[in-house]
């Protein structure tokens, strides 16, 4: 505080006396060495400037305090980050606002009843679309999302919203995945959806389609979360100007970001990749 006023031209004795402290006093805590718990925060808060950095600005005291204690090692309680995140005028995205539960009612052809949790890779598969707009008009990105590890195994972007837009997603999944027979893809009751192409396109690799009710985002809920995500963390966040650009930041988001860097929660807090490769050593160990 003496400090912040000296430099704004007060005198060092009015100041002091302003505050009650002696003269001596301020002097000789000037001169006093920093002790070792002043050092290690300073340290911690440089350390959570940069994760916080590398997080594109995302991240808040949990994913913070996730990749310091399993990405780098270090030691230290959420609480002291949130402290630290707080004096440091460090903070992330806040999500979307809490919207009141609608009970809905499934159809007949609703495989998934709302029960999106997996144990296994690929056995549910989740897909949907969003759009944003450009200088240039709007951008459509259909994503297919495992529900197992969260990760997003197919992706398609275009300037229009149609069939060809979800089965190019879809055949990315289906080409880059081992596909299990009888595994199920759940979308909702868009035409693009329960179009012919799409339903013959899941049924020749050997899928299951399902679709939740009209008009009931909590019947696709994960798929929805994660379009919540994106929208916070990337979409939201400035005004695009052409469709390319909003096209190469889709990309960068889904396949650098969130499928390899972003520590996810329900994963706890690691990304869907390395989450996959956990999967994978312990199945072969």
């Known amino acids: 505080m003496i400090d912040t006023l000296v430099g704004a031209g007060f005198a060092v004795k009015k100041c002091c006396e302003v505050l009650g402290v002696s003269s001596a006093g301020y002097y000789l805590a000037k001169t006093r060495p920093m002790s070792p718990t002043k050092i290690r925060r300073e340290w ?11 997080s594109r600005g995302t991240y808040g005291a ?17 609480g002291l980050v949130t402290i630290l995140m707080h004096n440091a005028g460090i903070a992330g995205i806040p999500g979307p606002r809490k919207v009141k539960r609608v009970k809905g009612t499934p159809t007949s052809d609703d495989l998934v009843q709302r029960k999106f949790e997996r144990s296994s890779l690929d056995e549910l598969w989740v897909t949907d679309i969003t759009e944003h707009p450009t200088r240039e008009g709007k951008v459509y ?21 149609d069939t ?34 799409f339903t013959e396109r899941i049924r020749d690799a050997g899928l299951m ?7 009931d985002a909590f019947d696709n809920a994960m798929i929805e979360s994660f379009w919540s995500s994106m929208q916070n963390e990337l979409l939201n966040r400035k005004k695009w100007m052409t469709r390319l650009e909003l096209t190469n930041a889709m990309f960068d988001y889904i396949e650098v970001f969130y499928n390899r860097q972003r520590r996810h929660s329900s994963l706890d807090y690691v990304s869907p990749v390395e989450f996959e490769l956990s999967m994978k050593e312990e199945k072969t160990a």
């Open 44 to 54: 911690l808060t440089g350390l959570i400037r940069e994760v916080h950095a590398d």
């Open 62 to 78: 949990r994913r913070v305090h996730a990749e310091l204690t399993k990405g780098r090692g270090v030691h230290v309680s959420r």
């Open 141 to 161: 990105c259909c994503c297919v999302l495992d529900t197992c590890s969260r990760r997003i195994v197919g992706w398609s972007i275009d300037s229009v919203q």
């Open 164 to 197: 060809n837009l979800v089965v190019n997603a879809l055949d990315m999944a289906i080409k880059q995945r081992r596909v299990k027979k009888g595994s199920v893809v759940h979308a909702d009751h868009g035409v693009q959806f329960t179009s012919w192409s």
């Open 209 to 215: 389609p399902s679709f939740g009710s009209v008009g």
